[in-house]
């Protein structure tokens, strides 16, 4: 299984980008998908969830701003970025819970892309 970004790149502040991310290989089912980030320096932290049925959590820091979907069909997750700030200068990193056997459940990560906002 593999989990494969795209979309990063550099944006000026209240600008927007769309990141996606594509999971391949062997996949009987796929639980929850995420969105993550970690500035330089800081610690990988939760930006969006979304849940197999399609219920969205987001950090406060980016609600009202962004917007995560999946399409289940494609075993595909995106995050819509909009209104960019510096603070969300980051890299991105997209989590799946994939089920590679109807039993075994699996975290898997991608490889991560850098969004860079400037001021």
């Known amino acids: 299984v593999q989990l494969v970004e795209s979309g990063g790149g550099l944006v000026q502040a209240g600008g927007s980008l769309r990141l996606s991310c594509t999971a391949s290989?062997?996949?009987?089912?796929?639980?929850?998908m995420a969105w993550y980030r970690q500035a330089p320096g800081g610690q990988r932290e939760l930006v969006a969830l979304i849940t197999s049925g399609g219920t969205t959590n987001y950090a406060d820091s980016v609600k009202g701003r962004f917007t995560i979907s999946r399409d289940n069909a494609k075993n595909t997750v995106d995050l819509q970025m909009d209104d960019l700030q510096p603070e969300d200068t980051a890299d991105y990193f997209c989590r799946s819970e994939i089920f590679v056997t109807a039993d075994m459940g699996v975290d898997y990560w991608g490889q991560g892309t850098r969004v860079t906002v400037s001021s």
């Open positions: 290989g062997t996949i009987v089912y796929i639980d929850d």
